[in-house]
Nanobody, 121 residues
Framework: QVQLVESGGGLVQPGGSLRLSCAAS????????MSWYRQAPGKERELVAS????????NYKDSVKGRFTISRDNAKNTVYLQMNSLKPEDTAVYYC??????????????WGKGTLVTVSS
């Protein structure tokens, strides 16, 4: 059974930091590309950051570049999102996402249930 379990969300003041974690199980983590998405109230879910399975190359939404860092620890089956210099507009539910291919050419997507990040004074 595939599970993605996010943790680390909470309330933080503007300018503060949080570190989100996503613990994966039920699939071969090292073969999956991992991403963090977020969804603010009344808005569509958007991609925040992603990291590949092999080279560890990363990509970021423009508005978080230089403030957020995605990383992964394949030995711990965990992906992280370090968020610094947080702004009120970063307030959202943050979701962990995994995508991997199969030997028969299918693409499988998995989602966590999300963790709420609130940036407010």
């Amino acid at each position: 059974q595939v599970q993605l379990v996010e943790s680390g969300g909470g309330l933080v003041q503007p300018g503060g930091s949080l570190r989100l974690s996503c613990a994966a199980s039920g699939f071969t983590f090292s073969t999956a590309a991992m991403s963090w998405y977020r969804q603010a109230p009344g808005k569509e879910r958007e991609l925040v950051a992603s990291i590949t399975s092999t080279s560890g190359s990363t990509n970021y939404k423009d508005s978080v570049k230089g403030r957020f860092t995605i990383s992964r620890d394949n030995a711990k089956n965990t992906v992280y999102l370090q968020m610094n210099s947080l702004k009120p507009e970063d307030t959202a539910v943050y979701y962990c996402h995994a995508v991997r291919g199969t030997s028969v050419g299918l693409t499988l997507n998995y989602w966590g249930k999300g963790t709420l990040v609130t940036v407010s004074s």
